[in-house]
């Protein structure tokens, strides 16, 4: 094999292996029989192997712990130093065998860390890509298409509705607002992990210099991301500010916060929320946002479309989200599509957010 | 278009008054002529073209779209503009594609477009624009913009554009048309306030202060003349010549909104040139219905004969504006009653009649008749009678609202006990408390004893008292729904309101069966058990039979 993927034009009498025989749904999680491990379980299992740092994702209480250096801090940082019986670290592109399974990561550009598993057993190789986006991130690594046989991909915008448009543009909004409301303090909604530093960064490379505002859940992952190298210019902690000095300035917190007792500190707060679901207006609307920015981590319509068909896959199954329209979508370019009954993946649980840079919860 | 369509998407989303206004004004100082001009026009309800119907739109989706891909999405969104908006498919585009189109080209082209070229020119544009833009077209071609901004708001910005008042351009507005280029160039101070030759120009109205019992020690009763309060809408009715000699009749509401359209049945009353101030309502037998039956004659775009006949309109008027050629509003008020009594008597028409005074010759005599409509003048329809105005003798008519010059006094309003039994989260300022409250009732119910809810109300209460009733809300929470939380309403925990209202009618859409009219918090019942608060019987008994 030696990296070059076998070509699966042959009939399929011809394979040994079936897809199911590799990666099974079980209430656990994603299961790799011949591997003796689970992808992203929800619940504790011996062998656990990580796509990202989410917390439906990544959860505490495994065996043994594969997954990237930044995947393994962000548990570290969530968990605490013992979530894991024993972690080991892989890195984009090195391969590591499990049985009769090659097993490796690629990256999903979702967010710093995030990486597709590829499993490769018997001539058939799967690729599990959990969250991911096709887009430009300027705190993670971009996505990679891995051809494969069976790809396994989210829908959690799998509805042709959700275009996510251009970033940049949602950015300039935000800056248009501040620009127009200089008294108001901007309160941007944004999942902590991922979600606010590409947020701020964009903000940076938007030209916007001024000193951003974190609350205190925002603080330590943040401070993370610019261990990494991530540059994300002057931060400071939003509970140390005055009143007064909050007007005109731009603060980033979880989405949980923007509307709720914590905001009374700010000058005549403005509700931003920095998400793909502000795509329909009634989301928007009924969450209260004044000012939506459609901003996503993971690959909207298009993107997922595109991915698709970039990996040459001829099945598809579809986790978490709109599973039925891009199931049916799949079925109409000729691909066999099946809808994998996972449950325990969605949004980022804030309530199990990161602890705040002072030991308590957000 | 598309920086047009960013204005609306804002302002979709934005619930302060204030807010609104700065960004449509700075829309239009960034806007250049002709778009901002149709902008206004959008707002305003200014445009002319027939609106397309939304078959039209689906028609183009359902073309371009996998029917079981489309259904799925209308489903998921719930608004058609809006899915095929987010759907619409990605052109590939190439380099020398014509840019987006502005709005004036939307407007313009609109105007003059054969039906059956409509499909195509549409399609067109939705392959230029963006999702916001595309969602802004569909909603302008379909007539369907509901942004939350009304023409005087519209107005209201343009006229800060220059710092002008926006009684200005109402009194200029019935002689501008779209796209108002030279509107915008007296805004920015380049030209003359452009001149009206509107034979019957909207007036800007004359306010009244509501006066508190603190007020009436530094008052003469000799200096004030009293009418009824009537419970109908305030407008404005003014026929004037054209240049062609014939008779032009508008109806005004009192933010200048020509409504003359939804009451045909009224204009030929109006049959000389004057300038009448009065209040719309409902008569049958010659007695004022209550404010819920005029509500059937209200924002309708078109009235049938039998809507003109079961809910028979009425002015009743109370002061004269302007009299044929001649401008009355400098004199006293007691002169243009003399005159508007003349006015009246000479229109002789039963649809047009005169607001009667009431005699008193001290406050207390006042407080009496105020107490008792049917006592003192008001007869049979004591009913309809909301309070008294109180007009200065002397006073000259000032739009706006001139201190110490017109007064309302109220009737006492309706108050009952009510238990606070769900709270939801405000808007704006207010989106991280709970201040909105749903209230019950007692009544008897098949699980005995049982709290049915009666009202909703937001405001009333101060803003120390809205901390105090968020505090309560958040530490007593049942259970939540959403953006709703269930507050603990049982006999002896909970929240006892006392929720004031204007009136009450019948409702099929309640629960309860009742529905008030402007209820809001009067005071907490801190003190009150909520099984003393009041019961759902008494709330029938206040139904007019």
Known sequence: ?362 | MNRFAALLDRLSYEPGRNNKLRLITAYFRDTPDPDRGYALAAMTGALSFKHAKSGLIRDLIVARSDPALFALSYDYVGDLSETVALMWPRPDRLTNSPPPPSLGEVVTTLDSLPKKELPAQLAQWLDELDETGRWALLKLVTGALRIGVSARLAKTAAAALGDKDPHDIELIWPGLAPPYAELFAWLEGRAAIPVTHDPAPFRPVMLAHAIEDSDFANLDPNDFAAEWKWDGIRVQAVSGRAEDRTIVTRLYSRTGEDITGAFPDLLPALHLPGAVDGELLVLRDKRVQTFNVLQQRLNRKSVTPKLMKDYPIHLRAYDLLGDGENDLRELPFEERRDRLEAFIAKLNNPRVDLSVQVPFRSWDELAAARADPASANAGEDAEAVEGVMLKRRDAAYVPGRPKGQWWKWKRDPHVIDAVLMYAQRGHGKRSSYYSDYTFGVWTTGDAGEELVPVGKAYFGFTDEELIQIDKFVRRYTTERFGPVRQVVHEPDQGLVLEVAFEGLQRSTRHKSGVAMRFPRINRLRWDKPPREADRLETLEKMLSP
């Open chain 1, 1 to 362: 094999m030696a990296g070059k993927l076998a070509p699966m034009k042959s009939p399929p009498y011809i394979t040994t292996m079936r897809p199911q025989d590799i990666l099974v749904p079980q209430p656990h999680g994603l299961c790799c029989r011949p591997g003796e491990f689970y992808i992203d379980p929800v619940r504790p299992v011996a062998r656990a192997l990580i796509t990202h740092g989410h917390s439906d994702h990544a959860r505490a209480g495994h065996g043994a712990v594969l997954a990237t250096q930044e995947t393994l801090d962000m548990m570290r940082l969530r968990y605490g130093d013992d979530f894991a019986g024993s972690t080991q670290a892989i890195t984009y592109g090195e391969e590591i065998r499990f049985g009769t399974c090659q097993v490796k990561f690629h990256p999903a550009g979702h967010v710093l860390g995030s990486a597709q598993i590829s499993v490769t057993c018997g001539g058939v190789r799967v690729v599990a890509s959990g969250d991911y986006k096709d887009v430009a991130d300027p705190t993670c690594a971009p996505f990679e298409v891995v051809p494969c046989d069976v790809f396994i991909t989210e829908a959690t915008f799998g509805l042709p509705v959700f275009r996510h448009g251009n970033p940049q543009a949602e950015i300039a909004k935000l800056l248009n607002s501040v620009a127009l409301f200089p008294e108001r303090a901007h309160l941007v909604g944004a999942y902590s992990l991922g979600k606010a530093q590409r947020v701020i960064a964009m903000l940076r490379q938007a030209g916007y210099d001024a000193p951003i505002y974190l609350h205190g859940a925002m603080e330590t992952i943040t401070r993370y991301y610019e261990s990494r190298g991530i540059a994300l210019g002057e931060l400071r902690p939003a509970r140390d500010a005055k009143k007064v000095e909050l007007a005109g300035t731009i603060t980033l917190a979880p989405p949980t916060a923007i509307q709720d007792l914590w905001t009374r500190r700010f000058p005549d707060p403005l509700a931003a929320f920095a998400s793909g679901w502000m795509r329909v207006r009634a989301r928007a609307r009924q969450r209260g946002i004044e000012l939506p920015l459609v901003i996503s981590d993971h690959a909207d319509w298009d993107g997922l479309c595109a991915t698709i068909e970039a990996t040459g896959a001829h099945e598809i199954w579809v986790t978490h989200g709109q599973e039925d329209a891009l199931v049916h979508w799949a079925t109409t370019k000729g691909l066999t599509a099946r809808p994998l009954a996972l449950v325990g993946y969605g949004e980022e649980d804030e309530e199990t957010a990161l602890p705040t840079s002072d030991g308590t919860k957000a």
